[in-house]
């Protein structure tokens, strides 16, 4: 028997191929099975897992994968995988930087717009036939152009927006545990601390990853803090926000809006109370979802696997937790 490459989606045979004929690509139809329950079932078989962000990986599903010696994750975020776990056993993790920068900072700054000027909202009443006449304050928003933008986590996405942002004569902020100097030059951003961010900026994004440092980092406290004027923009992790606190200042009016591309849950459960509120824009999860990006990242976990399996160093590996 081949030993098996386990997919836990369904990728389309122009990214797998070249593991033919040694290899056994087994994928999962995630409508029919939990990936994660299907993969431990192939046992000593599995030399390499192709995940997406979706799947959680621990310690429990590498018990019954003994074999595998590289996992390649479709996203460039990692903290759905017990990375430190993986590490500690010898297995590779590699994840896809770069490829989706560009497209995650369009999709983000799509929110952020969409979110100011209450886009969806707009255009539902446009289909529900509730657009009656052209009045002097009906979906008014707040303005972007010219308005203060604070970048939590101002690594390669952040920075990216932050170009975006730049190009509306916005002015910039950002809160990085450590100063990018460059950032500061060419962009013209102002390094602050998180405090000084959330009480100044009309635009608060979060763009660091999910970690317990950052788990929360927008809770109550912070939601209260921030502008009655102020658009959240979360399109990093779902974690890094209190849903329930978020709720709660969406609806008394603390804030103006939240653009939201991730979430605590995915998918997100359609009786979700953010879901109830005409202020709250909701995407599932499609920072990264262009043809041309997800073809790339689909390109780059092909030839980590195949790095790995053929004893060679793979590109894009998560560095050591
Ligand atoms: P990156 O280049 O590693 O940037 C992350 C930034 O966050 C770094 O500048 C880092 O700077 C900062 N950071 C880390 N810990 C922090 C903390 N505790 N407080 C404040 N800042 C912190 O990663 P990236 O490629 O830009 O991706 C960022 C995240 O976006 C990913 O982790 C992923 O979760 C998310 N993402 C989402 C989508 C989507 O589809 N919605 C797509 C792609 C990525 P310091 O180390 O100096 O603090």
């Given at each position: 028997?081949?030993?098996?490459?386990?997919?836990?989606?369904?990728?389309?045979?122009?990214?797998?191929?070249?593991?033919?004929?040694?290899?056994?690509?087994?994928?999962?139809?995630?409508?029919?099975?939990?990936?994660?329950?299907?993969?431990?079932?192939?046992?000593?078989?599995?030399?390499?897992?192709?995940?997406?962000?979706d799947?959680q990986?621990?310690?429990?599903?590498?018990?019954?994968?003994?074999?595998?010696?590289?996992i390649?994750?479709?996203?460039?975020?990692?903290?759905?995988?017990?990375?430190?776990?993986?590490?500690?056993?010898?297995?590779?993790?590699?994840?896809?930087?770069?490829?989706l920068?560009?497209?995650?900072?369009?999709l983000?700054?799509?929110?952020?717009?969409?979110?100011?000027?209450?886009?969806?909202?707009?255009?539902?009443?446009?289909?529900?036939?509730?657009?009656?006449?052209?009045?002097?304050?009906?979906?008014?928003?707040?303005?972007?152009?010219?308005?203060?933008?604070?970048?939590?986590?101002?690594?390669?996405?952040?920075?990216?927006?932050?170009?975006?942002?730049?190009?509306?004569?916005?002015?910039?902020?950002?809160?990085?545990?450590?100063?990018?100097?460059?950032?500061?030059?060419?962009?013209?951003?102002?390094?602050?601390?998180?405090?000084?961010?959330?009480e100044?900026?009309?635009?608060?994004?979060?763009?660091?990853?999910?970690?317990?440092?950052?788990?929360?980092?927008?809770?109550?406290?912070?939601l209260?803090?921030?502008?009655?004027?102020?658009?959240?923009?979360?399109?990093?992790?779902?974690g890094?926000?209190?849903?329930?606190?978020?709720?709660?200042?969406?609806?008394?009016?603390?804030?103006?809006?939240a653009?939201?591309?991730?979430?605590?849950?995915?998918?997100?459960?359609?009786?979700?109370?953010?879901?109830?509120?005409?202020?709250?824009?909701?995407?599932?999860h499609?920072?990264s979802?262009?043809?041309?990006?997800?073809?790339?990242?689909?390109?780059?976990?092909?030839?980590?696997?195949?790095?790995?399996?053929?004893?060679?160093?793979?590109?894009?590996?998560?560095?050591?937790?």
């Amino acid at each position: 028997m081949k030993p098996i490459i386990y997919c836990t989606r369904s990728i389309d045979e122009r990214f797998t191929t070249l593991f033919r004929p040694t290899y056994e690509i087994v994928m999962a139809t995630i409508d029919q099975v939990d990936p994660m329950e299907d993969v431990v079932t192939y046992g000593e078989r599995v030399e390499a897992l192709w995940t997406t962000i979706d799947d959680q990986v621990d310690a429990s599903v590498l018990d019954a994968l003994p074999n595998v010696r590289v996992i390649a994750n479709m996203g460039v975020g990692f903290n759905n995988i017990d990375v430190k776990e993986a590490q500690r056993r010898g297995i590779i993790v590699c994840h896809t930087p770069d490829v989706l920068t560009e497209s995650t900072a369009d999709l983000a700054f799509g929110l952020l717009m969409s979110a100011a000027r209450q886009l969806p909202e707009a255009e539902r009443s446009v289909r529900k036939g509730t657009w009656k006449a052209w009045e002097p304050f009906s979906y008014t928003g707040v303005d972007v152009y010219g308005a203060s933008i604070g970048i939590i986590g101002m690594g390669r996405i952040g920075e990216a927006v932050a170009r975006r942002a730049k190009g509306f004569d916005m002015d910039i902020y950002y809160y990085n545990r450590n100063r990018k100097e460059e950032a500061e030059r060419t962009l013209e951003a102002k390094y602050v601390d998180v405090d000084t961010l959330i009480e100044t900026c009309q635009f608060v994004v979060l763009f660091a990853p999910l970690t317990d440092e950052t788990r929360h980092l927008i809770d109550a406290d912070a939601l209260k803090r921030m502008r009655k004027d102020a658009v959240l923009v979360n399109a990093a992790r779902g974690g890094m926000v209190d849903e329930e606190a978020l709720y709660e200042a969406l609806q008394a009016g603390e804030i103006f809006a939240a653009g939201l591309d991730v979430f605590k849950e995915e998918p997100l459960p359609t009786d979700h109370p953010l879901l109830t509120l005409p202020n709250v824009v909701a995407l599932p999860h499609i920072g990264s979802a262009s043809i041309r990006t997800r073809e790339k990242m689909l390109q780059m976990n092909a030839r980590s696997i195949r790095a790995v399996l053929e004893g060679e160093e793979p590109n894009n590996v998560v560095p050591k937790q």
